[in-house]
């Protein structure tokens, strides 16, 4: 069974950084397209950052932009978000998604185009 496996949530203050790591249970192969969304309650799930299949391009939402860098651990065969400067508004569950046998997706940071979803981590941030 495919399933995305999430880690590295927590608290952290404004201003803080915490990083994120989406390891794929289920395919070790290179040929998936990786994504971090995240939602607040009452409101749809956010692109926050994708990964191209090559693992050489990221995609932001406007919201990450020059804050957070999506990027590709070969050896340890995950997807990482490092995520700085947070602020209250980054609050949120994010979730990793991944489709499996991908070497594109357009738009990168819809969430209809992935079909492999985790089950979510909680970042807070608080002043």
């Known amino acids: 069974q495919v399933r995305p496996i999430e880690s590295g949530g927590g608290s952290v203050q404004t201003g803080g950084s915490l990083r994120l790591s989406c390891v794929v249970s289920?395919?070790?192969?290179?040929?998936?397209?990786m994504a971090w969304f995240r939602q607040v309650p009452g409101r749809g799930r956010e692109g926050v950052a994708a990964?191209?299949?090559?693992?050489?391009?990221?995609f932001y939402g406007a919201s990450a932009k020059g804050r957070f860098t999506i990027s590709q651990d070969k050896d340890k065969n995950t997807v990482d978000l490092e995520m700085s400067d947070l602020q209250s508004e980054d609050t949120a569950v994010y979730y990793c998604?991944?489709?499996?046998?991908?070497?594109?997706?357009?738009?990168?940071?819809?969430?209809?185009?992935?079909?492999?979803w985790g089950q979510g981590t909680q970042v807070t941030v608080s002043s």
């Open positions: 998604a991944a489709r499996i046998r991908c070497y594109n997706v357009s738009p990168p940071l819809s969430a209809d185009n992935y079909d492999h």
């Open positions: 289920g395919y070790p192969e290179s040929t998936k397209c």
């Open positions: 990964l191209s299949a090559d693992g050489y391009t990221g």
